[in-house]
């Protein structure tokens, strides 16, 4: 089935959130569903490292236990905001208003959109075009399904979304929810229509009301937050979006890095401090070293922070970028705020023909 598409499932522990990026692996466009709002530098960063062009970001409804990254991530690529049109005025922000029937391309692939209202009144289920994945929401989760004692939540609707609108496709067809709280990752139709013990089995819709109405949950946490967030799609009152550095364009690797371009580091060498890790023998190889960079081997590292500027930014840098990476890491557990690793490290600095000194360092050189 994925021969077909591009896909991947992310994971938020603090919401225990699912989020879903979903590409045509010819056109490279994307789908995106379910953002979270702390998540957003490790989702654009998987875009952009697979090289997709995301087309439009989707939430199977307004949540309340998290913001969503919607806003975001539209401000980053461009991309349009899917929601569901039953929210009426009081969603703000998208510009993609789905209801039942509607279909969202990406390439040559596409969701088709069913409404499954019960959870909230704008709930939407996505089911690709194979029928192969749905991605319910919060309408039916894996052996359970969403509360419905607020936001214009109905047991009764609930009911009729699954069994009318979920449990009437194929029986292989993979359930993928927005949240699950025991680190089960999928489903199928099959089983839930089997297994579900709110609504699978035998259980008819005084079963499912009933179960429903006496759950006496707390209601979430982030509830009075989370709500009037995701009403504007998002986006923070003040406007801002959140950068992972002020001093400089850092960007956000998808392994969770803290990155900047050679360029950059190459314009602006007096306002920072090049701390190279590399070994010393090193130096003298056909990659050169960056003038006035700080030489102190990776494997010392941790035995010598306190040579390390703390009046700006320190900037990593080894042979390709890996082992730099890890000092960074290793600056940040330490308590340095202003850190960043060159991507590419020397071998991108030499591709680029960046200016380097070669030769035995001299005594007045920062060295080991």
Known sequence: MFGRLIFRQLFDAASSTYTYLLADPQTREAVLI?????????????????????????????????????????????????????????????????????????????????????????????????????FTGDSLLIRGAGRCDFQQGSAHTLFRSITEQIFSLPDECLIYPAHDYNGRTMSSVAEERRHNPRIGGQADERDFVGFMENLNLPHPKQLAVAVPANLRSGRPEDGRVPRPADWGPVRQSYAGLLEIEPEWVAEHLDEVQVLDVRLRDEMDERLGRIAGARLIPLNELRDRLAEVATDRPVIAVCHAGMRSGQASVILRQAGLTRVANMRGGMLQWHQLGLPVERGALRASQPTS
């Open 34 to 134: 379910d953002t979270v709002f702390e998540q957003h530098l490790r989702d654009l960063a998987l875009v952009e490292e697979l090289g997709l062009k995301l087309v439009a970001v989707l939430d199977t409804h307004c949540h309340a236990d998290h913001v969503t990254g919607a806003w975001l991530m539209q401000a980053a690529t461009g991309c349009r905001i899917g929601v569901s049109k039953r929210y009426g005025d009081a969603m703000q922000g998208a510009d993609l208003l789905l209801d039942h029937g509607d279909r969202v391309a990406f390439g040559q692939r596409h969701l088709d959109v069913r409404a499954t209202p019960g959870h909230t009144d704008g709930c939407l289920c996505f089911v690709s075009d194979d029928q192969g994945m749905a």
